[in-house]
């Protein structure tokens, strides 16, 4: 029944979850007994548990007389409900939903007294003080809940690693790359360049030759010259 209204509750169907609470309160009359308050740390019972969430329930719809009526209820059944948390934090929300922000803001500091770390007063106790247009102790209020920055130190630069086969170097010039060719022929590691023989010169008489070949090629393809 409680899953149902949950549910009902995700989907926003308040009418429908209040029907269900309501049945589980009337079922859990065995808990509705008035009780001493458990010791901090504890729980409440399941029929206390069950009266706070209905008359949150009926605030959350905007029935302030049902709210009420629900959270008396549970006082009622609470000894020392001053000491409960939840009662005071119960009164507190409908100090808000009243517009009684300075009175729901003590009832939160209460809480806070009671419970240091419930983060619900907190964000509502400051929501009052901003209601009630108190903005230094809504900004008190909520400084220490907000968590330091926290500053780390930049790592050092990871060393690079050398490189596992070593590339080229730098372009070296014409003059120091022949500084550094070996002299003792192509034994070395860098052998010099073999040049080209020059061409031998011919006789005398096959160039004369050559040169009266072709001035007779010449004439041939001049014809016979005309006076």
């Known amino acids: 029944m409680l899953t149902l209204a949950n549910v009902c ?14 049945q589980l309160v009337d079922a859990s009359g065995a808990d509705l007994v008035p009780a001493p308050l458990p010791p901090a740390g504890t729980p409440l019972s399941a029929g206390w548990q069950l009266l706070s969430m209905l008359g949150r329930l009926q605030l959350q719809v905007g029935n302030l007389d049902g709210a009420e009526d629900a959270f008396s209820r549970l006082e009622c059944l609470v000894m020392d409900a001053d000491d409960c948390a939840v009662v005071r934090l119960n009164r507190g929300l409908l100090g808000v939903a009243q517009g009684a922000f300075d009175v729901a803001a003590a009832e939160f500091e209460t809480v ?30 909520a400084a220490p809940r907000a968590a330091p920055p926290q500053l780390h130190a930049k790592p050092p630069p990871k060393p690079s690693r050398p490189p596992a086969f070593p590339g080229p170097g730098p372009p070296r010039r014409a003059a ?32 004369r030759h050559r040169v009266e070949a072709g001035a007779r090629e010449n004439r041939r393809r001049m014809g016979p010259r005309r006076l």
Do not use: M, S, W
């Open 176 to 207: 120091q790359v022949a500084r550094e060719l070996p002299q003792g022929g192509p034994q070395g590691a860098h052998a010099p360049v073999a040049r080209r023989k020059p061409r031998r010169a011919l006789p005398d008489d096959r160039r």
């Open 9 to 22: 509750c995700a989907t926003g169907d308040y009418p429908l979850a209040l029907v269900h609470l309501q």
């Open 112 to 141: 806070l007294q009671l419970e240091p770390g419930n983060a619900v007063a907190a964000n509502n106790r400051a929501v009052c003080h901003l209601y009630a247009c108190k903005l230094q102790d809504a900004i008190k209020c």
